[in-house]
């Protein structure tokens, strides 16, 4: 059975910690919507200072909403469109400290100021979706956040394909 542990130290302490809790949600399952809506509740309720946690997919086409902790979300995103569509699109982190400055912002809630979207993707290279972390604090996500979330988010894509051993 799994149970939630207070974040304790530094940030690459606590992400480290994050990081074991993630580990044994994940272990031996495959399901992408079952690890995602896990993944974003052990975030929202671990880290401080968060107001939307959650994971869109890729649908070929646009991003779709898949599970979050927050409030309602924006169900579709194109793909260069928004933060999240910005970093589908790339292929890169977007760590932005305040989303009113940034060109074509989505503001799916009015509460956000800040925001961290990880890209994920596949081994093989294709696009599965993007983790979106938001807060209603400015500058709230530093470089040890980015690293921290980009360490979860290949947890999460690594769980999905789980290695060949044949």
Not at 103 to 113: F, L, W
């Amino acid at each position: 059975m799994f149970a939630a542990t207070t974040l304790t130290g530094n940030k690459p302490e606590q992400y480290a910690q994050l990081a074991d809790q993630a580990r044994g949600l994940l272990h031996g399952e495959h399901d992408r919507i079952a690890n995602a809506a896990n993944l974003a509740a052990l975030v929202f309720n671990s880290l401080p200072d968060l107001n939307w946690v959650g994971f869109y997919f890729f649908d070929g086409n646009e991003l779709v909403v898949g599970p979050f902790q927050g409030l309602p979300a924006c169900v579709r995103i194109a793909v260069g469109k928004g933060v999240c569509g910005t970093a589908a699109q790339t292929g890169q982190t977007q760590r932005v400290d305040d989303v009113d400055a940034f060109p074509g912002h989505i503001a799916c809630d009015a509460a956000s100021r800040s925001e961290l979207v990880v890209p994920l993707f596949a081994r093989n290279g294709d696009l599965l979706g993007v983790l979106d972390i938001d807060s209603p604090l400015r500058g709230r996500f530093e470089a040890d956040d980015q690293a921290g979330i980009e360490a979860l988010a290949r947890l999460y894509t690594d769980a999905l394909e789980p290695e060949s051993h044949g």
